[in-house]
């Protein structure tokens, strides 16, 4: 992909929050049959009782919060995944998908209807501590522009060090000429930092320059073969 492409399509997608997927005249959408589910699947593991943030697991919880449930994913704050949808593919991405803005934002603007049927509630998620993540001692690190000496096989990256609100565009160029996305952080917060790991193995061969990190900053590569 070429480097103007990647840049294209980054901004579309930080744009389309509002496009919809959803005609808000047919169906209404309800808390028991959509949003619950979204709320279970992308916002339970913090907002919960015993959770890191308020709860918004009924719909006596969500009700109130509504307007700033949908501010908040409209402008991809929340959930907290940190990166640019779309610049980049990630087995672990936390982020709603389109679909499940425009659901969430319609369900607001429709009126924040709860439903009238219970039994279209799904049951409660169950919370599972995600597996801690050490970072392998050969991975590495970039800050300003690297080369690579070697063929290098990554399996994700992390932001070992970022400025608190920076937003950086990472990208691999390849001696051919393409351009790899890696990873563009928004408005990072060091709070939230965790790794971003590729959906599949992403393959450079020596003469890649990882460009983008600024010099204040530290991204570290992670190979696929990690020695912990």
Known sequence: MKGSVVIAVGFTLAVCGELRAHDPSAVPITWTREVSRIVYDRCASCHRDGGTSFSLMTYQDAQPRASAMKDAVLSRRMPPWGAVKGFGHFRNDQGLTQEQIALLADWVEGGIAKGNNPNALPPPPKFVKPPRFDVPTNAIAVSGDV???????????LPAHVPHGASI???AALPDGGVEPLIWLYEYDESHRHPFLFRKRLDLPAGTVIRGVPTDARILLIPVHAER
């Open 169 to 171: 565009q990472v990208v």
């Open 147 to 157: 080369k690579l000496d070697r063929a290098v096989a990554l399996d994700g990256v």
